[in-house]
């Protein structure tokens, strides 16, 4: 353990990367090989992260940014909002399940935009009047080849919703989920999907029709899940909650394995590396936890990242405490690929 340990500590260093930018860190994501982490910010931009094999003798990695802007509409003529990149978040960044080449961002103004990571060019974008009034919760990317790919969202008023790809046009399923869900993920060979809710139990939806085929409870108690991660080979499921826990269950043995307490705060993503050796695990505290999954116990911990209270929040309103993740690339740590 001590010695991999030192040696994450190693790879963090040689890790560390800085970019000539300001803007703050909104979401991330690794593809299917490890090789590339696409990192949205709150400023219209997508940082292309791209590691090379062997990294650990590498003293560089090379970054693409591309902005939102920059990116010719393609398909949408008109856009339903027109924000400057300034104005315009990445809300979510997600790649295929299979092919390490594509990937999808969606953002403040409702569009969804595909990539191909490895060159940072624009493919197509969509845009749909109904899924634009809504908000995106969470989105998965599946598909047999980058010509038959499909889209699963779960959004703000228990929607989900199918993007079946048809040439250069998605059509377009949705069902009420019927259950408050915060994030979805693909199960199974068949790719159904999987996602938590807040009453405590975890719900199985059919990918063809969206309709649940199977529910159960982790545990007697209800514990308001908010996110969830399943490991390459879908023998583990980690389930994050509002109560900063986060519990490891079995699939097979449909059993809790162990439970780790080491958050503060609602936990907010999980992730398990490429080989399914490590979990990332963050949320409303100042730091992210890395644990290896062998005995799911703590081996680095990135602290200081600036997570601030707003000290303006009015709370004789009961309006919530909001805090803001405030991370600069300059002070931005790059996990290496761990395939």
Request: charged share 25%.
């Amino acid at each position: 353990m001590n010695q991999l340990s030192k040696k994450w500590k190693t790879s963090l260093k040689k890790h560390f990367i800085k970019a000539s930018l300001v803007s703050n860190v909104r979401c991330a994501s690794w593809n299917s090989t490890g090789e590339i982490l696409a990192i949205g910010t709150n400023s219209g931009e997508i940082l292309f992260v791209k590691f090379e094999k062997g990294l650990e003798n590498c003293d560089d990695v090379t970054i693409q940014i591309v902005t939102i802007s920059e990116a010719k509409e393609k398909f949408v003529e008109d856009n339903p909002i027109d924000l400057k990149d300034t104005e315009n978040e990445i809300n979510h960044v997600v790649f295929h399940n299979i092919h390490p080449h594509l990937c999808v961002t969606s953002s403040n103004d409702h569009v969804l935009r595909f990539w191909n990571p490895y060159n940072g060019v624009k493919i197509g974008d969509w845009c749909n009047s109904e899924l634009a009034s809504q908000t995106l919760n969470s989105i998965c990317f599946k598909g047999k080849s980058v010509i038959d790919s499909t889209l699963y969202c779960i959004t703000n008023y228990e929607r989900l919703w199918k993007l079946q790809q048809v040439s250069d046009d998605f059509k377009v399923t949705t069902k009420l989920s019927q259950n408050e869900i915060n994030d979805i993920a693909l199960y199974g060979e068949e790719n159904n999907i999987i996602g938590p809710s807040h009453r405590g139990t975890v719900i199985m939806y059919d990918g063809d029709t969206l309709e649940q085929y199977q529910s159960f409870e982790i545990g007697t108690q209800k514990r308001g899940y908010r996110v969830i991660a399943l490991n390459k080979d879908q023998t583990l499921m980690a389930l994050g909650n509002n109560f900063a826990q986060v519990q490891i269950y079995m699939m097979d043995q449909e059993t809790v394995l162990t439970q780790y307490d080491g958050m503060r705060n609602t936990v907010r993503h999980l992730s398990f590396s490429a080989c399914g050796r490590l979990l990332a695990i963050g949320g409303d505290d100042e730091y992210i936890v890395i644990l290896e999954t062998k005995n799911f116990t703590e081996i680095y911990r990135i602290d200081n990242l600036g997570s601030k209270l707003y000290k303006d929040c009015d709370r004789s309103k009961n309006s919530p405490i909001r805090k803001e993740r405030n991370v600069q690339y300059e002070q931005a740590i790059i996990l290496g690929p761990f395939v």
